[in-house]
């Protein structure tokens, strides 16, 4: 029986999505549920998976073509044999293909989707063990060799590596070489919401530092006894982060306030937005009602969304929304830095590296972890005065993480 392959239901706010990545090819086993297809839109990458155990039939809409909510991308056969390698294939990949075996002698037993790894990760197919049948090499089959290959973790712990990594790989010494990539539909949007942001902002950024002794005292002493309690939830920094902000924010509601046209929306709640660093680009996913949340809450739901984000598993409800934002350049290395608005919000705090420095205290020099601290803000809606005193507020709450719990 035939089966309409559709695209997923976009929502409102996206209009249309790009076919990212085939990862099944015609005539290819599928089991039901399998993933067969991802679908990028401007927020976030979708998966379509396998209605039942088949094949696909036909492929109605390549790599790169504009496909609408709910319109039909190929069809599937329920039911039918496949070979464990694509039977077909389009004519670009085909050709790939054919390139590629005439330099291993081994195309016709390698698919689609393990070819593509092969070549993003300049491997010696030779070398990789293969467990398909007929002695075919399988995407698993590469994925194992990457994780075992101990002279590349790089790309062991990402296949996808961004393009421009790849130029620099294996190229002859004095070689000029270059290489042009299509901008994805998301970094394409990220570019544009950050150029906006600036163009349409009365933007500007006030900074502070901060004394990171006293939570990192609190870290230390708590930390195991913390992992122990909440089932192996670490007590990280960025708990403390959000719950100063979120008491910070009702202290000072312009800045958890938004613009929509003329109008100033004050929101009654926080849903701070953590900036999580993934290969297809920068996302901020939401975490809702941080007032209601306790440090163990905040540190599982922002481990979950790094693993999500990492594997690609963040969907269109975990981004949207958010009443402010928290960056932290600090885990890259970055002294201090100029955190850019994500509208409509009109303020973001930037967390930065935690760096001993010479510190003047009662008059004696003491050595302290100190942390540089920036908050970016939309001077239409917020005066300085306000700004700089939601700074301080962060600043005195982390020093003395006590004024937390007693709200002083």
């Known amino acids: 029986m035939s089966i309409d392959i559709k695209a997923p239901t976009f929502p409102e706010s996206v209009a249309d999505g790009t076919v990212a990545t085939w990862h099944k090819q015609p005539g290819e086993a599928c089991s039901a549920d399998e ?15 396998a209605p039942a155990d088949g094949v696909i039939k036909e492929i109605i809409k ?22 464990s390698a694509a039977a077909s294939a389009p004519a670009a990949a085909a ?58 973790p790089a790309a062991a712990s990402a296949p996808a590596a961004a393009p421009a990594a790849a130029v620099a790989v294996n190229v002859p010494a004095g070689e000029r070489t270059e290489k042009r990539v299509p901008m994805t539909r998301l970094r394409a949007t990220i570019a544009k919401r950050l150029v906006e942001a600036q163009q349409n902002a009365a933007m500007l950024t006030t900074y502070n530092e901060v004394n990171m002794k006293p939570v990192m005292d609190l870290r230390k002493q708590y930390k195991d006894l913390f992992e122990k309690t909440h089932n192996g939830t670490r007590l990280g920094f960025m708990s403390f ?4 902000a979120t008491e910070a924010l009702k202290r000072f509601p312009a800045v958890n306030a938004s613009i929509d046209g003329n109008d ?5 709640y926080q849903d701070i937005g953590v900036a999580v660093s993934t ?47 928290i960056t932290n350049g600090g885990v890259f290395g970055s002294l201090m830095s100029t955190p850019i608005l994500n509208p409509p919000q009109t303020a973001i705090l930037g967390m930065h590296k935690i760096q001993e420095r010479p510190m003047a205290v009662n ?12 908050l970016s803000y939309d001077h239409r809606m917020i005066d300085g005065k306000e700004a700089v005193q939601f700074l301080v507020t962060i600043k005195d709450l982390l020093e003395d993480p006590a004024r937390m719990l007693l709200d002083v």
């Open 35 to 49: 993933l067969i297809v991802d679908i990028e839109t401007d927020k976030v990458v979708l998966e379509v998976v």
């Open 62 to 83: 390549g790599e790169g073509d504009t496909v609408l909510s709910d319109e039909v991308i190929a069809i599937f056969e329920e039911g039918a044999a496949g070979s």
């Open 95 to 152: 050709s790939s293909a054919e390139a590629s075996a005439g330099e291993t002698g081994e195309g016709d037993k390698i698919g689609p989707a393990a070819r593509k790894l092969i070549d993003e990760n300049n491997l010696d197919a030779k070398a990789i063990p293969a467990t398909g049948k007929n002695g075919g090499i399988t995407k698993e089959d590469v994925l194992n060799y990457l994780k075992s290959k101990p002279a590349a």
């Open 241 to 244: 982060f959000v719950k100063a």
């Open 264 to 268: 100033m929306v004050y929101h009654g």
């Open 279 to 325: 290969d297809r680009g920068l996302m901020v996913p939401v975490l809702r009602d941080t007032d209601s949340m306790s440090l163990a809450d905040v540190e599982a739901t922002i481990a979950d969304f790094g693993k999500r984000g990492r594997d690609g598993k963040l969907g269109m409800n975990d981004m949207q929304g958010g009443t402010f934002t």
């Open 363 to 374: 008059g004696q020099v003491v050595i302290l972890p100190m942390m540089y601290l920036a």
